[in-house]
Nanobody, 119 residues
Framework: QVQLVESGGGLVQAGGSLRLSCAAS????????MGWFRQAPGKEREFVSA????????VYADSVKGRFTISIDNAKKTVYLQMNSLKSEDTAVYYC????????????WGQGTQVTVSS
């Protein structure tokens, strides 16, 4: 089992910044990738960004490219999502996810943290 705990969400004005954190614990040996997803009210969950455990590969959804940056601290088993130039459409619950697969498949999920961007 892997436990994921997100933090850092909150209320911010449009144009502002937030940094989300996700700390992993438990059986993290074999981690291949960690990612961030989000789900806005009335919408399906969507991919935001992911990074390999080695930190060598990052991917972003087109909607956040150039504004969000994902990073990882292996020693702390923590992945971060720096979100800049936030827009009202970024409002959602953000979820951290853990994968042991080379394919985009995730085994464990965090409980989510709310991000609200006011316009």
């Amino acid at each position: 089992q892997v436990q994921l705990v997100e933090s850092g969400g909150g209320l911010v004005q449009a144009g502002g910044s937030l940094r989300l954190s996700c700390a992993a614990s438990g059986r993290t040996l074999g981690t291949y990738r960690m990612g961030w997803f989000r789900q806005a009210p009335g919408k399906e969950r969507e991919f935001v960004s992911a990074i390999t455990w080695s930190g060598g590969s990052e991917v972003y959804a087109d909607s956040v490219k150039g504004r969000f940056t994902i990073s990882i601290d292996n020693a702390k088993k923590t992945v971060y999502l720096q979100m800049n130039s936030l827009k009202s459409e970024d409002t959602a619950v953000y979820y951290c996810a853990w994968s042991s697969w080379a394919q985009p498949r995730y085994d464990y999920w965090g409980q989510g943290t709310q991000v609200t961007v006011s316009s």
